[in-house]
């Protein structure tokens, strides 16, 4: 008789939803705990769950629909596939979260749809954010969440996992997203493809709530299945049982970082992946600052852009935009003066919502413009035009370069 | 489905993403032709003109990265495209290709210039350059994938079945 292999974060999940141990390299079906879909791909989703045959969704307490990619809709078209998933939402009792209530992924951690050692499974390629409380989420397309409302379950390959250690602290004014930016440069964008991530390490259990959501968000721009952080330091506004990973889990890789000494870093327009210290384009114009999206919209993101454009103006020629996370984020930085601070120094705030990251409405750049962005992709036409120059920054370099109209090292703006 | 495909190549290279393949811009539509109709757009704004239905997009590595929208090989599809070749896929836009029926094959040790004749074997995975007169083996993919695409797509696949089969511990199967 053979001792049971230690198992990773992955293994563990994935074997208490296939009701046997599995390990790295089995295929499996399994049960999902939730799931989640935004106006981008639901719409294909409740096509697909009718033409497969479906006629109740599985369960719909733990099934939410999210009109957050181009909400409030820009045209008709849009507007009635909104319409679509209101309707569906209403016939089968789902969840539903409509225009201005914020982006998907921080209203599933914010609104507890998701809970650690839970298998979520989301038509977004960023549901992998709830790796920070040690859920098994992933993202898949429309017609795999259509099989998941038709069926409860899914099918995965239970993956291996690369063990990614951070130690050391951080500089004072270097955030979470630069560590996040560094790693994403590090793996690179297809570094950890079919693969998990487990993020540990001094650096990481520093890391808060949302700085942990930052990291786990951007595992797809390492091309990971999921990355999931340890709980060690995790603190949640309910009780959960920290889920660790044996010591003895097989890993195909080990990497270790020590960031004492990491500086803000930039992601170059056209792939996330190219990113160098920000040293390395400071000085660039920028006429664009967009302050949002799915991995920096949150609160302690408007309170860092508020400190370094406390009592000063965004320069001439410069756009600022932000669109909170959501309308619970909105509401506490309207209450504790951080939208009238930012607006008096020339911002101009969107409803919440994923904004321009996606291209389809508010804030499409021109152009040959140059913008600054606190979102996740860079690719070529993303934010909707293909001539527009986009680098990807932490939000205290966004709200830097919106200040000079240059991009500009933020760390002398936060060092007090 | 058709086993054996025929068609030329258009050849890209690697971490070709899925706004790409298509915008998002365009993704919010349940008009597949309208997806059709701006496919590549950024990437090679004369595919539309230049492809001729059953021609086949081979790539490198990690083709349909990014956004998990089912939109981009949907816009392939019914663009015309009969097989998309890649040394290998970026996961989701893998699944989502099988998913829609659209045939997905890797192949790690591919040669191809674009413009190539290609004939492909589905069942066998045997990709031959006719125009180079090379011949490949595809890697295998996931039973329950070839299942699936052998089904004509997931929604095909899940109206025969209702749920997917038990998948069976590694060291049982044959």
């Known amino acids: 008789m053979t001792e049971p292999m230690g198992q990773t974060l992955s293994e563990k999940i994935l074997s208490h939803h296939a009701g046997r141990s599995v390990a790295a390299g089995e295929l499996v079906v399994v049960n999902v705990d939730g799931s989640m879909a935004s106006d981008t791909t639901a719409p ?15 369960d719909p ?37 409509d225009v201005g209530a914020g982006i998907c992924h921080q209203l599933m951690v914010d609104n507890v749809h998701v809970r650690p050692g839970e298998l979520f499974i989301g038509a977004d390629s960023h549901t992998c954010s709830y790796g920070a409380l040690g859920a098994f989420a992933t993202g898949v397309g429309s017609t795999d969440l259509a099989a998941v409302w038709r069926t409860g379950k899914t099918w995965l390959k239970v993956p291996q996992t690369i063990r990614v250690e951070v130690d050391g602290t951080l500089r004072p004014g270097v955030q979470a997203k630069d560590l996040t930016l560094f790693l994403v440069g590090e793996l690179g964008i297809s570094g950890a493809t079919y693969q998990a991530i487990e993020f540990c390490g001094s650096g990481v259990e520093q890391l808060d709530l949302g700085g942990r959501f ?15 952080v340890h709980p060690e330091g995790l603190s949640l506004p309910y009780e959960f049982t920290p889920l660790r990973p044996d010591d003895d889990a097989r890993y195909v890789r080990h990497l270790s970082y020590d960031v004492d000494d990491l500086a803000p870093q930039l992601s170059a327009p056209g792939s996330p992946d190219d990113v160098h210290g920000l040293e390395r384009y400071a000085g660039t114009p920028i006429t664009y600052a967009f302050i949002g999206s799915c991995v920096n919209g949150r609160l302690e993101d408007l309170h860092t852009a508020a400190r370094v454009l406390r009592d000063a103006h965004i320069a001439p020629g410069v756009r600022l935009v932000i669109a909170p996370a959501s309308r619970d984020i909105f509401l506490r930085a309207l ?11 020339g911002a101009t705030f969107l409803p919440s919502g994923c904004g321009p990251c996606v291209g389809t409405h508010a804030g499409v750049p021109g152009d040959g413009e140059t913008v600054i962005s606190t979102a996740n992709r860079n690719f070529t036409g993303r934010m909707g035009n293909p001539r527009a120059h986009v680098f990807l920054g932490a939000p205290s370099s966004v709200a830097a370069a919106a200040l000079t109209g240059r991009i500009t090292d933020p760390t002398p703006f936060l060092e007090d | 489905m058709d086993t054996v495909l025929c068609g030329s190549a258009h050849v890209y290279g690697d971490d070709i993403d899925t706004d790409r393949i298509i915008p998002g811009k365009y993704t919010k539509t349940l008009d597949l032709q309208s997806l059709a109709d701006h496919v590549l757009e950024d990437l090679d704004p004369e595919f539309r003109l230049r492809m001729r239905p059953g021609d086949m997009i081979i790539a490198g590595d990690n083709f349909g990265c990014g956004s998990s929208r089912e939109q981009a090989p949907l816009a392939l599809k019914t663009a015309g495209v009969s097989v998309v ?21 890797e192949v790690p040790d591919l040669r191809a210039e674009t413009g190539d004749e290609f004939t492909v074997d589905l069942a066998q995975g045997v990709v031959r350059n006719t125009t180079q007169g090379t011949e490949h083996q595809a890697d295998r993919m996931p039973e329950v994938m070839m299942a699936i695409l052998h089904s004509g797509g997931l929604v095909a696949y899940l109206r025969a079945h209702g749920t997917y089969p038990p998948t069976e511990p590694i060291g049982t199967t044959p």
């Open chain 1, 61 to 97: 307490s733990r099934t939410c629909l999210v009109i957050d990619h181009a909400a409030p809709a820009p045209n008709e078209r849009i507007g009635n596939l909104h319409e679509l998933m209101r309707q569906f939402a209403r016939d089968q009792g789902t969840v539903l979260y």
């Open chain 1, 44 to 58: 294909l989703t409740i096509k697909a769950f009718e033409e497969m045959g479906g006629k109740q969704v599985h």
């Open chain 2, 85 to 105: 070749i890649a040394r290998y896929f970026a996961r989701i836009f893998y699944r989502n290709a099988i998913n829609v029926g659209l045939p997905a094959l």
């Open chain 1, 335 to 345: 209450g504790d003066g951080t939208v009238a601070e930012l607006t008096r120094a």
């Open chain 1, 214 to 228: 930052t990291l786990a968000n951007m595992a797809i721009e390492m091309g990971a299945k999921v990355g999931l």
